[in-house]
């Protein structure tokens, strides 16, 4: 259902993506894992309109040029970005709400009472404002904001990035959930964790897949993968807070 | 500026062209010895400036219409600020003109008074601040001032209320600029010296006051208010007054008919109200006056004419009969003939004082609480006088009335 | 006392008008960004839009209306040239230097005022109200009824303003909007349209401010522009935060300069406004209401 082709993204003269391909398919979790600056924010930037790009992208066999940011989102193309930006004037439940202004009646678009359901700890919370929720409780929102979207695929842009790892955990088994009935497209330097949730994976270094296939494939050559990642592998890979 | 230039060209060719035509259907109009004498209007008649009024040039064009051949005349908008005014003015003379008629505003005529002195080309002001007289800081032999003096009818005004209101205990009202100021000065002058008169409250207000409650509230005791202001703040201040119960006449110069005109003031308001005008032509009993408002209404689009479309009018005709008589253009002899002559106009009979002042009447205007006027009494000024202290300062107030040349 | 009462009057009319005028550049600078000076230009072009619309022949020569369908008509006009005016005039300004933003809005209020005096010329207007040369006798000082209405209706205007904020999904995407630009399209939030109302909101405000002040004395091209300062000192003290905030602000204000300055140096009650407003710059730049920072602009 997601489809790229070619794509670079640059900034001036910073070329951050430097074509790549990549698909999606329905009921499928693929994880794009890469270093810091690798490009994977800029991939996800350019797939739902946020930043232009050269090469192709579609979804559902629609040209992404020609939908807006809020087109796309209307389409179910629900993008979580980088470092949560839940909306922090606005209450955990109004977050929530303007969440679900893309549904465009949707049915199968998560309730606000299954979000709640699905992240317990957001039901006590949704008088608090999102400025005053911890790192946690903010992905937790950002989430459940896209889920009341009805999103077709969700793109998520480093989850676990900042989390206490007891916290990336339960954020995590909570994407497993979350797969069952939505295709994702993850962005993750947690690759353990991530291989966890996929069922394929690339590895995205300087711009450019260096390495890709089954989540099994990929678990298989650990090693391989975390030297892409400029770390220690396995054990360092899973407990990274990834403030690196 | 030059697209201004450019237009103001075309503007000038197509009133020549104009003049031309009118000047081959009355051949000989112009008689013999009259020579052509050619008359620039320095006035906006459109923008946001308060002084872009349709008067100045509709009345001027008439009188050009009229005269055919006789007068080349064209006009210049001159924006409000000194700056512009400088720049109008050197447009102006950059044409050669034989007479100029300018400046609504007198900030905009004492900033570069130094500049028209200079130039020797008879200039007739359209304020009158008391600045420009003739032997004043900004004035000259070559400056004439076609208004009374403002702070000649000041003095007019206090001694209505106190020697026709018969009002002992009196309340003021100054705008805070040098309308205000300056008429102030001058009643007070007038107050002081009157047995028996005592001022009960003395009050100011910006010019954009929409709120006078304060100042309304701080006049009940008086038996006659005076006002030196603006239109705006003279509609707030004449209803509440009313609003508070206070029922008593209230005097203003040149606001108070637009104000009036504008339909803020109303019933008891409008009653109690006085204003000044030069002259009140569509009100005037003179078949001549009467045929001219309906002239004027006929170029303005039906629009009533006030004082100040009389005047610009009047100046056009004053200036070539100047011009006939003297059966030259040149500067000298225009202005010793100015200054000799007497012009019986639309709105006043002109005739130059040792000041240079070139009328000498005005009219004290009522209304019913329809807001219809009434001339109800004429103020007539001595020649050569003038009230209250002139100014030291030759630096020009930056605020202007809105519609009325304050001075 | 009846001084008091006549007073309070007139600085709670005042302060109600400048609330208004406070609400409309919260509105516009809440959603976009964009402190919008010409609103005072717009309070007056809604007084001479009224004008146009109920005398003579009226709009287009279409007739005359009524006084309050007149007003109605007004204020959707308003808002129409507020949706109109973003696009033209403030959408190029997203993302630009405060600077900038803030010469075009000046800018743009010469503009609306030079339009204004060539379209209807610059003799003083009247615009009539029902309630006209009423009064009402409050402990024993006659406050006009137009004076009574201007702050009825400010507080109906500015409580459905609060609620639709608060408790609508149009209020809550304004505020996502206002809050992160980005994110707000990424929730599929029209965020362009937005502005757009929004613009057309904070129009209808002035347009609203207008219709109320013009009966009170006569209209011209100055009409708005005080109380666009006003309105500015009013949301600064409320820290351009939330509406509640620049509503008192806007309160404190009239009262300040017709309460304070009824009694105490008269001839300088215009000043002291802004002399409120300075301290609070000096003491307190998150204003008097809200917690923690705001840039200074
Ligand atoms: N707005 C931008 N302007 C200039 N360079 C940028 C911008 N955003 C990202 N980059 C650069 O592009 C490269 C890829 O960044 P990004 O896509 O954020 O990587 P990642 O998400 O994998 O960490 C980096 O070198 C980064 O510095
Ligand atoms: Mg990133």
């Known amino acids: ?244 | 500026m030059r697209l201004k230039r450019s237009v103001c060209a075309l503007l000038a060719v197509g009133v020549a062209a104009g003049a031309t035509a009118v000047g081959a259907g009355t051949a000989g109009a112009g008689g013999g010895g009259a020579p052509t004498v050619k008359i620039i209007l320095l006035a906006e008649t459109t923008g946001e400036s308060p002084a872009a009024v349709p008067y100045y040039a509709n009345g001027a064009q008439l009188a050009a219409d009229e005269l055919g051949s006789r007068v080349e005349y064209s006009r210049i908008a001159a924006p409000l600020t000194p700056a512009a005014a400088e720049t109008a003015l050197n447009q102006a003379l950059d044409e050669d003109p034989d007479a100029i008629i300018g400046f609504p505003a007198s900030s905009q005529t004492i900033a570069i008074s130094q500049r028209i002195v200079d130039s020797g080309i008879p200039f007739f002001s359209l304020s009158s601040g008391e600045q420009l007289v003739k032997n004043g800081p900004n004035g000259g032999d070559n400056i004439f001032l076609i208004r009374p003096v403002d702070t000649n009818v000041a003095t007019k005004e206090a001694e209505y209320v106190v020697d026709d209101l018969d009002a002992k205990r009196i309340g003021m009202l100054c705008v805070d600029n040098a309308t205000g100021v300056n008429g102030c000065n001058a009643a007070r002058e007038v107050f002081d010296a009157a047995r028996g008169v005592e001022i009960v409250a003395e009050r100011t207000n910006s010019t954009t006051a929409t709120d006078l409650t304060e100042q309304a509230r701080a006049m009940d005791g008086a038996d006659a208010i005076i006002d030196f202001n603006f239109p705006n703040p003279i509609g707030v201040f004449a209803q509440q007054l009313i609003d508070n119960g206070i029922d008593v006449p209230h005097v203003d110069g040149a606001s108070a008919g637009i104000a009036v005109a504008s339909g803020a003031v109303t019933g008891d308001a409008a009653v109690n109200l006085r204003g000044v005008d030069d002259c009140v032509p569509t009100v005037s009993k003179s078949r001549k006056v009467r045929n001219w408002v309906s002239d004027y209404e006929g170029v303005s689009g039906g629009e009533p004419p006030i004082y100040s479309a009389a005047q610009a009018y009047d100046m056009v005709k004053l200036i070539a009969a100047a011009a006939r008589q003297a059966e030259s253009v040149a500067p000298r002899r225009l202005i010793r003939t100015i200054a000799g002559m007497t012009y019986n106009g639309i709105c006043a009979r002109y005739q130059s004082d040792d000041l240079n002042v070139l009328q000498h009447t005005a009219d004290l205007t009522r209304w019913n609480a329809e807001g219809e006027i009434r001339v109800a009494k004429r103020f007539r000024f001595a020649p050569n006088e003038l009230a209250g202290v002139v100014p030291e300062t030759t630096i020009p107030p930056t605020t202007v009335a809105p519609a009325p040349p304050p001075s | 006392m009846s001084t008091f009462v006549a007073l309070t009057a007139s600085g709670l009319a005042a302060g109600a008008i400048a609330a208004l005028a406070a609400v409309g550049f919260l509105l516009t600078y809440k959603a976009t960004g964009v402190v919008n000076f010409a609103q005072g230009d717009l309070i007056t072009l809604g007084a001479y839009i009224a004008i146009w619309v109920t005398q003579k022949e009226g709009m287009f020569g279409l007739g005359a209306l009524d006084l309050v369908p007149g007003y109605i008509v007004t204020v959707l006009i308003m808002f129409a040239i507020g949706m109109v005016l973003e696009r033209l005039a403030y959408a190029p300004l997203r993302g630009r230097s405060i600077h900038v933003i803030v010469i075009t809005t000046l800018g743009a209020a010469l503009v609306l005022r030079a339009f204004i005096g060539l379209w209807q010329g610059t003799t003083p207007k009247f615009l009539d109200s029902p309630l006209r040369g009423e009064v009402v006798g409050i402990a024993g000082a006659n406050i006009s009824q137009q004076r009574v209405l201007i702050v009825v209706v400010t507080i109906v205007v500015v409580s459905a303003t609060i609620a639709l904020f608060a408790f609508t999904q149009f209020g809550r995407q304004l505020r996502a909007t206002a809050n992160d630009r980005d994110t707000a399209k990424l929730c599929g939030v029209p965020v362009n349209w937005l502005s757009m109302l929004a613009f057309g909101l904070s129009a209808a405000l002035a347009g609203v401010a207008g219709i109320l002040l013009a009966p009170l004395g006569s209209v011209d091209l100055t009409l708005g522009f005080n109380f666009m300062l006003l309105g500015f000192a009013a949301a600064v003290l409320g820290g351009f935060g939330s509406i509640g905030g620049v509503v008192v602000g806007g309160v404190a204000i009239g009262l300040v300069e017709h309460l304070f300055g009824g009694y105490v140096g008269r001839d300088f009650k215009a000043m002291y406004p802004f002399i409120l407003m300075l301290l609070i710059i000096a003491l307190r730049p998150q204003g008097l209401f809200t917690r923690g920072s705001v840039q200074r602009l």
Request: charged fraction near 20%; aromatic fraction near 4%; charge should be positive.
């Open chain 1, 1 to 244: 259902m997601l489809e790229l082709r070619g794509v670079e993204v640059s900034y001036g003269a910073v070329e951050a993506v430097r074509g790549i391909d990549l698909d999606v398919l329905e009921g499928e979790v693929v994880a794009l894992i890469g270093p810091n600056g690798a490009g994977k924010t800029s991939t996800l930037r350019a797939i739902s309109g946020l930043t232009g790009f050269r090469g192709s992208i579609r979804f559902d066999g629609i040209d992404c040029r020609r939908l807006s940011v809020q087109g796309a989102a209307r389409r179910g193309l629900i993008h979580v970005p980088e470092g949560r930006r839940v909306f922090t004037t606005l209450t955990v439940h109004e977050n929530l709400l303007v969440g679900t202004t893309a549904r465009r009646g949707r049915a199968d678009a998560y309730s606000l009472d299954e979000v709640y359901e699905l992240f317990s700890g957001l039901a006590p919370l949704r008088r608090r404002l999102g400025g005053a929720l911890s790192g946690g409780e903010q992905q937790m929102v950002a989430i459940g904001r896209a889920l009341v979207a009805g999103p077709r695929l969700l793109l998520l842009d480093e989850p676990s990035l900042g989390l206490a790892p007891k916290v990336a955990r339960s954020l995590f088994a909570a994407l497993r959930k979350i797969a069952v009935r939505t295709p994702l497209l993850l962005v993750e330097q947690n690759t353990v964790m991530a291989l966890k949730v996929c069922s394929r994976a690339s590895v995205i270094v300087n711009g450019r897949i260096v390495l890709e296939g089954s989540a099994a494939e990929l678990a298989d050559r650990q090693t391989l993968v975390a030297s892409y990642l400029g770390e220690e592998p396995a054990v360092a890979a899973v407990t990274s807070d990834g403030s690196g």
